[in-house]
């Protein structure tokens, strides 16, 4: 008996497929938003919204999953989960607009959700001048060292220099700010004197050292808190038309490793960061990169949890950064920094192929290598 020859066809490859089979030219970029699937989880609906959303996506052969007891009455609201192709979500974005309870406005919501932002993969190389920073504490806390591998890290062609005057790594105390501005001092007038342009970005949870950095030539300010630590720091970023790296830590270095735990770590992030993101427009902030914080206050699953949904970030529609550069998830428990540097990059690998905005990396000639690889950036 003769049997039909068949084989998957990857989301990422429909284009190329139905090129390859003969597929009219003309309609092919349509066609493609009816192979590329979403799922949708919408917060909070009332039983009315839920159950018009669910109707409607029923219309077009999609569908949405609200909670058992919704037609019961018993609860006032549900959060769903609308899914369906790009083309079907599409038109029920555009039924939405005739039907009453505000949902008008959640299909222009779901239209903009879909719109997708052109990414290419950068790098934040980083500068340590701290004695006691997990990988190379000690290296570059001699000024003169830093000087040579700010400029080495501009020549293996970084795109941000971010540079920390504290460790914050698990168990780390924190350091005064005098002390932390003391460190800076020689290397932001050395970016000054040499009038380098690369953005500096200053790895910093405290107003005052952020006040002073963006004072004297810093452009961003990378607050691995979240702006939990000092309630200052908003207002300092604003003051100076600057950017802000916003990332989600479970309390502070000292005890952040202290048996995190989480009901859902890829939601319970993403609310926290789309707060905080909320929080910084309100205070007049412009230019908000997030990070979801690879390693502070997160267990080995949790971190390969947040980098295998990634993508899930996206729809907060701000840069996103990643820093798991040499951290503990690795398995590395030896100090030797060329195997972490290279199962970092054989980490990085997917998110470099998910085009996330920023990776942040201590090696930086290795991962401008494999980005150039994977995007096809020319030489």
Same mark, same amino acid.
């Given at each position: 008996?003769? &049997? ?89 974005? &555009? ?6 309870? &505000? ?249 470099? &192929? ?26």
């Amino acid at each position: 008996m003769n &049997k039909f020859l068949m084989k998957e066809v990857s989301e990422s490859n429909i284009l190329s497929e139905l090129n390859q089979i003969g597929f009219d030219s003309s309609y092919i970029n349509k066609a493609c938003e009816k192979y590329k699937y979403k799922n949708i989880k919408i917060f909070d609906l009332t039983i009315a919204q839920a159950n018009i959303l669910k109707q409607t996506a029923l219309i077009f052969g999609a569908d949405c999953g609200i909670h058992k007891n919704i037609i019961t009455g018993e609860i006032n609201k549900s959060d769903v989960i609308l899914c369906g192709s790009i083309s079907q979500l599409k038109k029920i974005a &555009k039924k939405l607009e005739n039907q009453p309870f &505000k949902l008008k406005v959640l299909g222009n919501e779901i239209l903009d959700f879909l719109s997708e932002q052109e990414r290419v993969t950068k790098l934040a190389g980083i500068l340590n001048i701290t004695p006691d920073s997990f990988s190379d504490g000690g290296l570059y806390y001699n000024p003169d060292d830093a000087k040579r591998h700010l400029v080495e890290l501009i020549n293996d062609g970084a795109d941000i220099i971010d540079i920390g005057a504290e460790s914050t790594r698990p168990g780390a105390q924190p350091v005064l700010s005098e002390t932390q501005i003391a460190r800076l001092k020689p290397i932001l007038e050395f970016v000054n004197k040499e009038n380098i342009s690369l953005p500096i970005s200053i790895d910093t949870r405290c107003s005052v050292v952020a006040d002073f950095a963006l004072d004297n030539g810093a452009a961003i300010i990378n607050d691995v808190s979240g702006f939990e630590f000092d309630h200052r720091m908003p207002d300092i970023i604003t003051k100076h038309n600057a950017a802000a790296i916003i990332q989600h830590s479970k309390g502070t270095p000292d005890l952040m490793q202290n048996n995190p735990i989480y009901q859902n770590v890829v939601e319970e992030i993403f609310l926290f960061l789309r707060s905080k993101i909320e929080l910084a427009q309100e205070k007049g902030i412009k230019e908000v990169i997030i990070d979801p914080g690879i390693g502070f206050g997160k267990s080995t699953q949790d971190n390969f949890m947040i980098l295998d949904r990634i993508e899930e970030f996206y729809s907060l529609k701000t840069p996103i950064m990643v820093g798991l550069s040499r951290k503990s998830l690795l398995g590395i428990t030896e100090q030797d920094n060329i195997l972490k540097d290279s199962l970092s990059a054989a980490v990085a690998y997917p998110l470099i &192929k998910k085009r996330v905005d920023f990776l942040r990396v201590h090696n930086v000639k290795l991962h401008k290598k494999i980005i150039k690889l994977v995007q096809n950036i020319p030489n």
